[in-house]
Nanobody, 128 residues
Framework: QVQLVESGGGLVQAGGSLRLSCAASGHTFMHYAMGWFRQAPGKEREFVAAISRNGGLTRYADSVKGRLTISIDDAKNAAYLDLNNLKPEDTAVYFC?????????????????????WGQGTQVTVSS
């Protein structure tokens, strides 16, 4: 089992940048594929970005492609989401998620139901 804690959210003007961090503890971090999701008020939680193990493949939602970057630092047991050129429509609570891998995997995962563990979320607010 792994515990996830997000940080780095805040209030930023349109066009600004933030780095979200997801600190993992409790189990070997390398056994998890990671993803980021977000949930805006009144909307369902949606996929933002994912990264695979064993190859570092990434996938992004079309709405954030070219502006967000997902990464992992195994030495720090952490995942990151760099948000650039933020827009008001990026305002949401951002969640990191971990999928436990019990087999060798080189793919990413982008469906909510594929993830086993979730953090509590960090608020990102983008003003116009």
């Amino acid at each position: 089992q792994v515990q996830l804690v997000e940080s780095g959210g805040g209030l930023v003007q349109a066009g600004g940048s933030l780095r979200l961090s997801c600190a993992a503890s409790g189990h070997t971090f390398m056994h998890y594929a990671m993803g980021w999701f977000r949930q805006a008020p009144g909307k369902e939680r949606e996929f933002v970005a994912a990264i695979s193990r064993n190859g570092g493949l990434t996938r992004y939602a079309d709405s954030v492609k070219g502006r967000l970057t997902i990464s992992i630092d195994d030495a720090k047991n952490a995942a990151y989401l760099d948000l650039n050129n933020l827009k008001p429509e990026d305002t949401a609570v951002y969640f990191c998620a971990a999928k436990e891998l019990t087999y060798y995997s080189t793919t990413y995962y982008y469906a909510l139901g594929e993830y086993d563990y979730w953090g509590q979320g960090t608020q990102v607010t983008v003003s116009s």
